[in-house]
């Protein structure tokens, strides 16, 4: 959804967006699970019908020729709306991503490679799907665990320089991986996206570090944190705890799921 820091792309779509939560509201789906799912698939299913039909299974309800059409009505009303606003968008898109696909191609294997040996080889996927889109906060990005899958903001340059976007994009890919069991069988599903996000973040700046793009230290943890996850709200004291939590993990190399499960425990403690 639009964010009012760019007011363009939220002026365009705002009447179909409201048109959409209400039909979600209205077919009783829980809305945050309902764009966990239909923002990935929407990227790799053929029609808005089918979208539709595949999100409804996904968000618990058995679809029906009534309610899958009701609701690919509103998504293909969004869409209408940014094509009429932004009709050349898809080629402004690779067109704006052509410095990261450049950066990536320079230094992107070298960082995921740095990751894996500071985790485990198993944690890097061997193929990931990586969609670039429209910039609205001029530098975001999600992981689509479920989905293998990686959604990044198209951007001309790096919109922080002290975080190249290239180690954003690795940092995301490094995240798909950790729903194998091996990984996540300690951690609660509905907490899993955030625990492997932060579970990674210290990898990455580590393995950036080592390619003199970044260091792994409390303002770039603090920054990472702000500028790559805005909606995760912790106290003053969590970044030392992160960085302590890697330093424990850095130096007994216990499983990374044994790891991830300590982290999980103090993000509970955390906001209890």
Same mark, same amino acid.
């Given at each position: 959804?639009?964010?009012?820091a760019?007011?363009r792309m939220?002026?365009?779509?705002?009447?179909?967006?409201?048109a959409?939560?209400?039909?979600?509201?209205? =077919?009783?789906l829980?809305e945050?699970r309902f764009?966990?799912?239909?923002?990935p =698939?929407?990227?790799?299913?053929?029609?808005?019908?089918?979208?539709?039909?595949?999100?409804l299974?996904?968000?618990?309800?058995?679809?029906d020729?009534?309610?899958?059409? !009701?609701?690919?009505?509103?998504?293909?009303?969004?869409?209408s709306?940014?094509?009429?606003?932004?009709?050349?968008?898809a080629?402004?898109?690779t067109?704006q991503g052509l410095?990261?696909?450049?950066?990536?191609d320079?230094i992107?294997?070298?960082l995921?490679?740095t990751?894996? !040996?500071?985790?485990?080889?198993?944690?890097l996927?061997?193929s990931?799907?990586i969609?670039?889109?429209?910039?609205?906060?001029?530098g975001?990005?999600?992981?689509?665990?479920?989905?293998?899958s990686?959604?990044?903001?198209?951007?001309?340059?790096?919109?922080v320089?002290?975080?190249?976007?290239a180690?954003?994009?690795?940092?995301?890919i490094?995240?798909?991986?950790?729903?194998l069991?091996?990984f996540?069988?300690?951690?609660?599903?509905?907490?899993?996206?955030?625990?492997?996000?932060?579970?990674? =973040?210290?990898?990455?700046?580590q393995?950036a570090?080592?390619a003199d793009?970044?260091?792994?230290?409390?303002s !770039?943890v603090?920054?990472?944190l702000?500028?790559?996850?805005p909606?995760?709200?912790?106290?003053?004291?969590?970044?030392?705890?992160?960085?302590?939590?890697?330093?424990?993990?850095?130096?007994?190399?216990?499983?990374?799921?044994?790891?991830?499960?300590?982290?999980?425990?103090?993000l509970?403690?955390?906001?209890a």
């Amino acid at each position: 959804m639009a964010d009012a820091a760019e007011p363009r792309m939220a002026a365009a779509i705002a009447e179909a967006t409201a048109a959409l939560v209400i039909e979600v509201t209205a =077919l009783g789906l829980p809305e945050e699970r309902f764009w966990e799912h239909v923002i990935p =698939l929407s990227a790799q299913m053929g029609g808005n019908r089918h979208l539709a039909d595949v999100t409804l299974r996904k968000c618990g309800r058995n679809s029906d020729d009534t309610a899958a059409s !009701h609701l690919a009505t509103r998504i293909g009303e969004l869409e209408s709306a940014v094509r009429q606003e932004f009709p050349t968008l898809a080629e402004d898109m690779t067109s704006q991503g052509l410095g990261l696909r450049d950066q990536w191609d320079r230094i992107g294997t070298d960082l995921l490679r740095t990751i894996a !040996h500071l985790i485990e080889d198993e944690l890097l996927p061997g193929s990931a799907e990586i969609v670039l889109v429209y910039p609205v906060q001029r530098g975001g990005g999600s992981a689509h665990v479920l989905y293998n899958s990686v959604r990044m903001e198209a951007t001309e340059d790096d919109p922080v320089p002290k975080l190249p976007e290239a180690v954003r994009l690795a940092w995301l890919i490094s995240q798909l991986n950790l729903e194998l069991p091996m990984f996540s069988e300690t951690v609660n599903a509905h907490r899993l996206p955030t625990v492997a996000a932060l579970a990674t =973040l210290p990898a990455a700046l580590q393995a950036a570090e080592a390619a003199d793009l970044a260091a792994c230290d409390q303002s !770039h943890v603090k920054l990472a944190l702000k500028t790559w996850m805005p909606q995760f709200q912790c106290n003053e004291g969590f970044t030392e705890q992160l960085l302590k939590w890697w330093e424990v993990y850095s130096g007994n190399r216990p499983r990374f799921g044994v790891a991830i499960g300590a982290l999980d425990q103090i993000l509970q403690n955390e906001s209890a």
